[in-house]
């Protein structure tokens, strides 16, 4: 069964980066596309970009532009998002999440999210 | 970015109640439309797909319809485990976007 499973909560400092890994397992890694999804506390889902486990290419959503880097490792089937130059406002829980086909644009599939923290 | 509105933002309602939720989309996204549901502390699950597709293992008191700006998500009769928190969100354009959420509470 396709499992999606991220690494634990994260402490940073305002100005640090974050990379937040998301294991894939049960199905083949490169042909489902990647999203990342945050949800500040208290607060809805906000979309921040697209890795194409395949090829590596990437779509940012234009706040994150500069800030986020998605990559991936084939060898381990993991996926992963950095993000940097951390502010109080990205403290979130932070979410991968597959879609049922190929480059669709929802999710059936979500990790169980990790929480970072930004926090002097 | 198509903006995407939900009303209300939270309802109070009875077990067995019928309940409806609407979302609004700030310009015609076809029926690229999708419902969630996201209980505290839980990453979202995803109910209903391209706007009245149920998805496997849903309950069929679950339902969506609608086309173009306006969608609705009807739970016909609530049961306990549905106060939560659904979103709808559109997939007719990158990037997604997401409605702000409505929380059914117990009345």
């Known amino acids: 069964q396709v499992q999606l499973v991220q690494s634990g909560a994260e402490v940073k400092k305002p100005g640090a980066s974050v990379k937040v890994s998301c294991k894939a397992s049960?199905?083949?890694?490169?042909?489902?596309?990647m999203h990342w999804v945050r949800q500040a506390p208290g607060q809805g889902l906000e979309w921040m970009g697209i890795?194409?486990?395949?090829?590596?290419?990437?779509s940012y959503a234009q706040k994150f532009q500069g800030r986020v880097t998605m990559t991936r490792d084939t060898s381990t089937s993991t996926v992963y998002m950095e993000l940097s130059s951390l502010r109080s406002e990205d403290t979130a829980v932070y979410y991968c999440?597959?879609?049922?086909?190929?480059?669709?644009?929802?999710?059936?599939?979500w990790g169980q999210g990790t929480l970072v923290t930004v926090s002097s | 970015d198509i903006q995407m509105t939900q009303s209300p933002s939270s309802l109070s309602a009875s077990v067995g109640d019928r309940v409806t939720i609407t979302c609004r989309a700030s310009q015609s996204i076809s029926n690229y439309l999708n419902w969630y549901q996201q209980k505290p502390g839980k990453a979202p699950k995803l109910l209903i797909s391209a706007a009245s597709s149920l998805q496997s293992g849903v309950p069929s008191r679950f339902s969506g319809s609608g086309s173009g700006t306006d969608f609705t998500l009807t739970i016909s009769s609530l049961q306990p485990d549905d106060f939560t928190t659904y979103y709808c969100?559109?997939?007719?354009?990158?990037?997604?976007?997401f409605g702000q959420g409505t929380k059914v509470e117990i009345k």
């Open positions: 049960g199905y083949t890694f490169t042909t489902y596309y």
């Open positions: 969100q559109q997939s007719y354009t990158t990037p997604p976007t």
């Open positions: 999440a597959r879609p049922p086909y190929s480059n669709s644009y929802y999710f059936d599939y």
């Open positions: 890795l194409n486990p395949s090829d590596t290419s990437t």
